[in-house]
């Protein structure tokens, strides 16, 4: 499977592309994500980082550490959050699926951090679920 994706912040002035040959979609349900994403879980387009490009709008970016191994990339005039990069995985962009202007074939693959998963979210049965992070 191969995506040739783009996206945009909310505001429009960070745009952004992805090529990927391909990509893990997975949804975080950890406490961290969900406080920075201010949503009930955040989902992830996880992609190598030579695949994900800023076509336009650099300057809009700003930066965060959100944890010492994690920063959070968004857009300074709106909020909206673009990409995160993690330390323990130094080649890989987690794209936030919200923000990319995505194809409906594109679906999660995997659930990480269901340990705290809110009560009220169903999860897809038909993928695997973690406790924490993924094993292998
Ligand atoms: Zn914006
Ligand atoms: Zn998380």
Redesign the pocket.
Known sequence: MSHQLSGNCGCGQVKFAIKAAKANVVN?H?N??RKLNGSSF?TYFVVAEQGFEISEGENYLSDYSSSENARKHFCKQCGTPIYNQNLKYPNLRMVHFGAINFLEEVQPNVN??CESILSWVALNGEIPSFEQEIKK
Do not use: H, L
């Open positions: 975080c950890c961290r994500c955040s990480i951090f």
